[in-house]
């Protein structure tokens, strides 16, 4: 089992930036597939960003591509997204997710996922 824990989140001004952090621990980290979510109140829970095990290869939702940035260390059990140029339409709880055992490649799927974060308030103000 995998325990993550994400931080960064905050208020900002539409144009700012901000960073978000998931810290894992209680499992190997490069097994899982790491993915980031979000969800605005009355939507539903929407792909982000997600990077392979190994950080090679890294996906971004078409609204994010650009603007947001997905890494991950293994040596330290963290993934990361730097956002950049946010719109007030990134406000959202933003979650990490774990992806047991997939190998080359990230779900877009929330279903998908083994473990989750608490979740971090991102609020972008106009």
């Known amino acids: 089992q995998v325990q993550l824990v994400e931080s960064g989140g905050g208020l900002v001004q539409a144009g700012g930036s901000l960073r978000l952090s998931c810290a894992a621990s209680?499992?190997?980290?490069?097994?899982?597939?790491m993915g980031w979510f979000r969800q605005a109140p009355g939507k539903e829970r929407e792909f982000v960003a997600g990077?392979?095990?190994?950080?090679?290869?890294?996906y971004y939702a078409d609204s994010v591509k650009g603007r947001f940035t997905i890494a991950r260390d293994n040596a330290k059990n963290t993934v990361s997204l730097q956002m950049n140029s946010l719109k007030p339409e990134d406000t959202a709880v933003y979650y990490c997710?774990?992806?047991?055992?997939?190998?080359?490649?990230?779900?877009?799927?929330?279903?998908?996922?083994?473990?989750w974060g608490q979740g971090t308030q991102v609020t972008v103000s106009s």
């Open positions: 209680g499992a190997t980290f490069s097994n899982y597939a």
């Open positions: 990077v392979t095990r190994t950080g090679a290869t890294t």
């Open positions: 997710a774990a992806d047991f055992g997939r190998l080359a490649s990230v779900s877009f799927e929330a279903s998908k996922y083994d473990y």
